[in-house]
């Protein structure tokens, strides 16, 4: 396991251009203006070397002989210095003229060892600022979002709320990336865009909000469509609108007044049914749109259910039934209690020669009595006369014995109701 991780390593170190052995620079550094930068070989041999160079091109920026450092050139004094142990070159403040190939020898008495590198100073980035719109975004309209920034600048990335921001069918960006324009904008194009301006040593970005304005749209009315006389009742007007709209309200094509986005009624009579319409207006799209409501004013107790959804005829209608049964019950009840059980007589007699004996005999009548209109009527067994609730007069008929002029001990009599 470890010989093969060592065969890796080792591949890895020739894929590279590094041989044991050999003395390795990197092959790319970066520096800032006014930065510093170190040149430090990856590997080198392990040797005793007598003379240590670094040039700049064919300009010799730092010399050791035998561990003695110059620096021949002016512009370098007190700006380089030289490890002799490790070959590694500071070199310090930075200038754009500093980039450029850098070459490292090293000899020793048997040997000679070179290799090189190459420098790539850059301008920090800074100052980045997003240019927009000068206007107001509308939807529909187009938009132009610019970046810039001063320094070298390598890559521009756009962001929109955190997400990369890529090429589309409305998004197109210039050929440095640092315009994007953006075609027949739509509420969806609202949101925070970031544009980061960068190079290998530094980046500086900047933010830009774009608001795209629309609507009114969606307008929509929500409340009851019926309400009981007297009641109260609230309309509420909503609508998709960037900035937020103003609104009106009309009834039956008449303005109210109100200019909010709910309407309310207190005490609503029928004269309130009718038509409402909520108009919504932008003030930057320069649009309205509308909806309407419609509200029919009920009669108090016919939404809430019980007696009370009940008409007034309806309710009398109710009183006088309930009446009329407790009536007839209280009236079946006397009729019961005062002739059921009787015993009924005979009404023949025992009759010889056309006429009822009278010793001691009882004499017995009987009344038949018959109704004109209907079956409610009252009885007066008295021999008063009789008539009827709705005062119809009912005939009487009365049949006697033979001998009327005798008082008889007892009279029994009944009657025979027939309807």
Same mark, same amino acid.
């Given at each position: ?143 132009? +979002? @610019? ?33 994007? &324009? ?7 194009? &609202? ?5 980061? +301006? ?37 309309? +509420? ?33 029928? &004269? ?104 409610? @009527? ?42």
């Amino acid at each position: 396991m470890a010989a093969r991780a060592l065969t890796c390593t080792l591949t890895l170190l020739v894929w590279a251009g590094v041989s044991l052995g050999q003395l390795v620079l990197p092959n790319r550094q970066n520096g800032a203006v006014g930065g510093n930068v170190e040149f430090k070989p990856i590997s080198f041999p392990s040797d005793t070397y007598q003379v240590i160079t670094w040039r700049f091109g064919e300009t010799i920026v730092i010399k050791s002989i035998s561990g003695s450092v110059s620096i021949p050139r002016p512009e370098y004094r007190g700006r380089v210095s030289l490890d002799i142990n490790t070959l590694a070159l500071e070199l310090r403040n930075l200038t754009m003229g500093d980039t450029g190939v850098y070459i490292l020898t090293a000899d020793t008495a048997a040997s000679s060892y070179s290799a090189e590198t190459t420098l790539k100073v850059f301008v920090n980035v800074s100052g980045a600022t997003i240019t927009g719109p000068a206007g107001l975004v509308i939807e529909g309209n187009s938009a132009n +979002l @610019s970046c810039d920034a001063s320094g070298t600048i390598v890559t521009t990335e756009w962001m929109k709320d955190n997400q990369k921001l890529s090429p589309s069918n409305n998004i197109i960006f210039s050929a440095d990336n640092r315009s994007v &324009s953006i075609s027949a904008v739509s509420r969806m194009d &609202s949101g925070e865009y970031r544009c980061t +301006l960068s190079n290998p040593v530094s980046s500086d970005s900047d933010v830009f909000t774009m608001t795209v304005n629309y609507g009114p749209d969606n307008v929509r009315i929500e409340g009851p469509s019926e309400v009981e006389e007297r009641g109260s009742v609230m309309l +509420l007007c909503s609508a998709e609108s960037v900035p937020d709209p103003s609104y009106a309200w009309t009834f039956n094509g008449t303005n109210t007044g109100v200019t909010t986005d709910s309407l309310t009624v207190d005490q609503v009579t029928f &004269s309130n049914s009718g038509t409402y319409t909520c108009t919504a207006w932008n003030n930057v799209t320069r649009r309205e749109t509308s909806a309407s409501h419609s509200l029919v004013v009920r009669e108090i107790g016919s939404l809430s259910g019980g007696v009370g959804s009940l008409s007034a005829g309806a309710i009398a209608g109710i009183v006088i039934g309930v009446l009329l049964g407790v009536a007839l019950v209280a009236g079946l009840i006397v009729y019961f209690t005062k002739f059921a059980g009787r015993p009924k007589s005979s009404s023949r007699g025992v009759k010889q020669n056309g006429a009822t004996q009278n010793g001691g005999e009882h004499e017995l009548n009987y009344a038949d009595i018959r109704h004109f209109q209907n079956n409610q @009527s009252v009885l007066n067994m008295g021999g008063t006369s009789t008539q009827t609730r709705q005062g119809t007069p009912a005939m009487v008929r009365a049949h006697r014995g033979a001998n009327q002029g005798a008082k008889p001990e007892a009279e029994v009599t009944y009657s025979e109701v027939r309807k």
